[in-house]
């Protein structure tokens, strides 16, 4: 399951340096996927890019961007429930194509 930022979201940007996919943008904010730029996917809030975020695997046991948000506005996303596998393959794309 890739993880969301909610409307609780203040902008802070604490989450963002957590990162290791670098799958969280500021609002209005360009994103950059295997070396091409794409429009943001929020205009009103600090986003995460479904495509980028692997949960952390790969790298950690646990989300790192949960723990560091102060409104607790970082939430598992019903909409794109992926299985570790998917994770796993996710991460090794981002790997070959680019971050
Ligand atoms: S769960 Fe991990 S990979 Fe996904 S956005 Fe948060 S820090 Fe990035
Ligand atoms: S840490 Fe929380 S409030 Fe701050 S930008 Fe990230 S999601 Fe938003």
């Known amino acids: 399951m890739a993880i969301m930022i909610t409307d609780e979201c203040i902008s802070c940007n604490a989450c963002e340096a957590e990162c290791p996919n670098t799958a969280i943008y500021s609002p209005g904010m360009a994103y950059n996927l295997g ?3 794409y429009a943001a996917l929020n205009e009103e809030h600090t986003y995460i890019v479904p495509d980028k975020c692997t949960e952390c695997v790969g790298y950690y046991d646990e989300p790192q961007c949960i723990p560091s948000c102060p409104t ?21 794309q981002l790997d070959l194509v680019g971050r």
């Open 35 to 37: 070396g091409q730029e």
């Open 72 to 92: 607790e506005a970082i939430i598992a996303d019903p909409e794109h429930v992926e299985t570790r596998e998917q994770l796993i393959a996710k991460k090794e």
